[in-house]
């Protein structure tokens, strides 16, 4: 299979040899952060960048939920001192509270020392008050007078229609441009999760001259480059061409898919590993996307020392793939796909839920028992009580039992806010069902 080839599986042969994306052949390991130079501004960015998302949290006096500053802090010190310097947050991640553990770490460090990217994430009160108060509260809260990046956060999700409400009729497209022409905004980008009609409108208004984008965040990872649903989400080797042939800066979110593409099934996981014993089933991931040149930062929501450490050895040494590693990549995505797991990246959107119930810790759980074995299919299988108990048992701990799936009413509130445009309380109902199934033993 050729690279043109390759590009073209799953619903991509609309991209021609102008636009498609350019793989380096195989290059000699680097020492030290692999770095691009953005061809549009001259930054030079770390091509690992930090995602915010995913801070660790522990309890706080009163029994909340709050970022870990201590761990947060210790994290930013080693991933400056090994070159990342580029940072994504937003004021709606982590319930509020990331704009602010990422502004103490940071604090220590020269302002030009790192690229600061954060949100406009006006999902709730779009009105120019509160939007405009959202944007001056960051600028505040990191104790700047410029965001580097600065983001349309998630445009895409209700189409065009939704878009035009949160930054159009309001006039916020017109303030943000004032503010990029001040200064204030030195890029301005969106992030996307939609469907493609409602992605080649937003490029219309970038050819037009209406709306130039600086630079776009797209979801890309080896599954969904060719094997997004085409409906609520789009491939990312569609994303990456309409891009790449307007010369667009790309940063990339979900390299990993929420970590699921960290914990991969078993027969998966082999092939990998037979390929290469010594490195880890992510960086496959992480080489996957950083092998198409357009791409200028690749996120990881790194929680803890452990994966900010890997993450830091593969982007320091940097394996660019060969067209046959594609080819496998490819195949590897393709199996995925035959797995029934739910599209939950654990960004925490949906939550909090009205009724208490852990959405995102349900499905990860119903996720992981699929990628590790552990998932009961019917009463004939080989091991069913085992296998039943494993996941009953492991669900018990994991989730509280009035957090867990069944006590969704379908009120509906979540899926508004999901970016994978999951249905989710029909997948609650679903993984209820399972779960009822397994203690009657219906299955």
Request: glycine letters at 6%; one cysteine or more.
């Amino acid at each position: 299979m050729k690279r043109r080839d390759f590009i073209k599986i799953g619903g991509a042969a609309v991209l021609t040899a102008a636009c498609a994306p350019r793989i380096k052949e195989e290059a000699p390991a680097n020492k030290g952060m692999e770095y691009r130079t953005n061809p549009v501004n001259g930054d030079k960015t770390s091509l690992l960048g930090y995602g915010c998302m995913r801070w660790p949290m522990i309890k706080g006096p009163d029994g909340k939920d709050v970022i870990d500053q201590e761990a947060v802090n210790e994290m930013v010190d080693y991933a400056m001192q090994n070159g990342i310097n580029y940072y994504d947050t937003s004021p709606a991640y982590l319930q509020g509270q990331s704009e602010k553990a990422a502004a103490v770490a940071l604090s220590k460090y020269p302002r030009d020392s790192y690229f600061l990217a954060t949100k406009l994430s006006n999902f709730g009160d779009s009105s120019p008050e509160a939007s405009k108060k959202m944007f001056e509260e960051s600028l505040k809260i990191f104790n700047t007078d410029h965001i580097d990046y600065y983001l349309l956060h998630a445009i895409g999700g209700g189409g065009r229609r939704a878009y035009e409400a949160r930054y159009v009729e309001n006039g916020m497209m017109d303030w943000l441009k004032q503010k990029k022409a001040e200064g204030a905004i030195r890029n301005l980008g969106f992030s996307f999760h939609g469907a493609p009609e409602t992605f080649d409108h937003f490029m219309q208004l970038h050819d037009s001259g209406d709306t130039h984008w600086d630079f776009v965040m797209i979801e890309m990872n080896y599954v969904d480059w060719n094997h997004a649903d085409g409906k609520r989400n789009t491939n990312a080797s569609y994303l990456y061409a309409e891009l790449d042939k307007r010369g667009i800066p790309i940063m990339v979110m979900e390299p990993l898919l929420g970590g699921r593409l960290a914990n991969v099934p078993a027969n998966i996981e082999a092939q990998m590993k037979a390929r290469d014993p010594e490195r880890s089933v992510a960086s496959w991931a992480f080489r996957f996307v950083g092998s198409h040149p357009r791409i200028q930062v690749v996120l990881s929501g790194m929680s803890s020392m452990d994966p900010l450490r890997e993450n830091v050895e593969t982007f320091s040494n940097f394996r660019y793939m060969t067209d046959e590693e594609l080819e496998f990549m490819e195949r590897m995505a393709t199996e995925m796909k035959e797995y029934p797991m739910i599209n939950c990246t654990g960004c925490k959107y949906c939550m909090p839920c009205p009724f208490g119930i852990d959405i995102p810790g349900v499905f990860q759980h119903y996720n992981r028992s699929i990628t590790e074995g552990t998932y009961a299919q019917t009463t004939e299988q080989k091991n069913y009580l085992k296998l039943k108990r494993a996941y009953l048992t492991s669900y018990d701990k994991t989730i509280d039992k009035v957090r867990q799936a069944d006590h969704c009413i379908s009120c509906g509130e979540c899926i508004q806010h999901c970016p994978q445009s999951i249905k989710i309380p029909d997948e609650l109902l679903r993984i209820a069902r399972y779960v009822e199934a397994l203690k009657q033993d219906t299955l």
